[in-house]
C-alpha cells in the first residue's frame, strides 16, 4: 500500500470520543482527526507521541484526515484498523502469503455459512478446498516483543472464531490472519489477561484445524509493506 503524497506528520494531543484525536502539524497548525479505530488503543494515545496521518479529497467529510500511525516509545502502531484488510487483500493478491498462495479466486465479504455476519474473505481454487479468512489488526505490543489480541473484550472477535471452527467440521478451511502492524511486536499470542474466554477459544479452535497465521507489516510514511510471518504462540496464559 502506497501513499501519494507520504504521510504527513504532527503530534498527539490527545484522542477522545473513540474516533477523534487532536495534533498539532509541523507547520503549528491545530487539526482534529478521525480516528478509525474502536479498541482501546493502548500504548497508542499517549500525549506527545508523533503521528502520521492521512488527508482524503471527499470534500463531504467533516474530518477530511485521518489517523493511521502512531510512533510511540515501543514502535510505530498502525492505528487505522480499516488498513487492515486492504493491506491483507494486497497480500493475497500478491501471492505473499506462501500457504494460501495456491488460490486463484478472492471474494471478499463472503457470507458464513448457516450463520450471521460475514468472513473476510473466501479463498477458491480448483482441486483446493474453500478457504476462509477472517483478519483482525493486532496493535497491542506487550513486554518482550509479545504481541497480543484483542486489546479490549470483543464478543465479535470471538463469534469469528467460532464459525471458523464450524468451517472445519464441514471439511472447508479456516485461517485466522492477525494482521500486525506495530514495528514492535516479534510474535503473537491471543490477549488472554483482556479476554480469556477468546484465548480459550482460540486454542481449542487451533486443536479443530483452523490454521492461525501472523503476517506483520513495515510501516514509512511512504508505504506499507509486508515484512515477514511472525511466529503464533498460544501456550501464554
Known amino acids: 500500500m502506497k501513499f501519494d503524497p507520504p504521510l504527513a506528520q504532527g503530534v498527539l494531543v490527545r484522542r477522545y470520543k473513540r474516533f477523534l484525536a487532536d495534533v498539532i502539524t509541523q507547520q503549528g497548525q491545530a487539526l482534529t482527526l478521525h480516528c478509525p479505530n474502536t479498541g482501546a488503543m493502548t500504548g497508542a494515545d499517549e500525549p506527545g507521541s508523533e503521528v502520521w496521518y492521512s488527508e482524503s479529497a471527499n470534500l463531504k467529510r467533516k474530518y477530511p484526515h485521518t489517523l493511521e500511525v502512531v510512533c ?5 502502531i498502525g ?18 502469503i506462501d500457504s494460501l498462495a495456491g488460490y486463484s479466486q478472492i471474494k ?4 458464513i455459512p448457516e450463520g ?4 473476510d474473505f473466501r479463498l ?5 478446498p474453500i478457504c476462509y479468512v477472517e483478519v483482525k489488526n493486532m496493535t497491542l505490543a506487550l513486554a518482550h516483543g509479545r504481541g497480543a489480541f484483542p486489546d479490549a473484550v470483543s464478543e465479535r472477535a470471538l463469534k ?8 472445519i467440521g464441514r471439511g472447508e478451511r479456516a485461517v485466522l490472519l492477525f494482521c500486525v502492524t506495530h ?3 516479534d510474535f503473537a499470542t491471543p490477549a488472554d489477561e483482556i479476554h480469556p474466554a477468546y484465548g480459550q477459544a482460540l486454542r481449542e479452535a487451533s486443536a479443530a484445524g483452523v490454521e492461525i497465521l501472523a503476517l506483520k507489516f513495515s510501516l514509512t510514511r511512504f508505504e506499507f509493506k509486508p515484512d515477514r510471518l511472525v511466529p503464533v504462540d498460544l501456550t501464554l496464559s
Not at 510511540?72 to 510505530?76: D, L, N, P, Q
Not at 471478499?108 to 457470507?111: D, G, M, W
Not at 477458491?124 to 483446493?128: E, G, I, M, N, Q
Open 72 to 76: 510511540s516509545a515501543r514502535g510505530k
Open 116 to 119: 450471521n455476519g460475514r468472513f
Open 160 to 167: 469469528h472464531v467460532e464459525a471458523l471452527k464450524a468451517a
Open 108 to 111: 471478499t465479504e463472503a457470507a
Open 124 to 128: 477458491t481454487a480448483p482441486a483446493l
Open 79 to 96: 492505528v487505522n484498523t480499516l488498513r487492515a484488510n486492504r493491506l491483507i487483500h494486497e497480500a493475497l493478491q500478491a501471492r505473499q
Open 183 to 185: 514495528s514492535g511486536i
